[in-house]
């Protein structure tokens, strides 16, 4: 069972940046769609970006153009680079993964974000 850790999270003014990183204890890690899904108080977690093993990213709507999710094989890192931060961006964040195999779930401990106006 894979583990997730997550940091990078805090506070910073709109219009910011900030750089989630997640660090996953797996030797498999090209067996792994990675992604970033976050929950903002009294809201549902919702999907922010993912991106599979072969490099392909999807992200929500409501931050194309800001993030960018990133992976590193080697370092067995995902990485969520946020720019241009808005207030409704502030939220728990989550790392995820899920096994292309057997569909295995697992989640990250989460990192808040918090942006300020």
């Known amino acids: 069972q894979v583990q997730l850790v997550e940091s990078g999270g805090g506070l910073v003014q709109a219009g910011g940046s900030l750089r989630l990183s997640c660090s996953a204890s797996?030797?498999?890690?090209?067996?792994?769609?990675m992604g970033w899904y976050r929950q903002a108080t009294g809201k549902q977690r919702e999907l922010v970006a993912l991106?599979?093993?072969?490099?392909?990213?999807t992200y929500a709507d409501s931050v194309k153009g800001r993030f960018t999710i990133s992976r590193d094989s080697v370092k067995k890192l995902v990485s969520l680079q946020m720019s241009s931060l808005k207030p409704e961006d502030t939220a728990v964040y989550y790392c995820?993964?899920?096994?292309?195999?057997?569909?295995?779930?697992?989640w990250g401990q989460g990192t808040q974000v918090s942006v300020s106006s």
């Open positions: 995820h993964s899920r096994n292309r195999w057997n569909d295995a779930v697992t």
């Open positions: 797996t030797i498999r890690f090209n067996l792994y769609t």
């Open positions: 991106i599979s093993a072969d490099g392909s990213r």
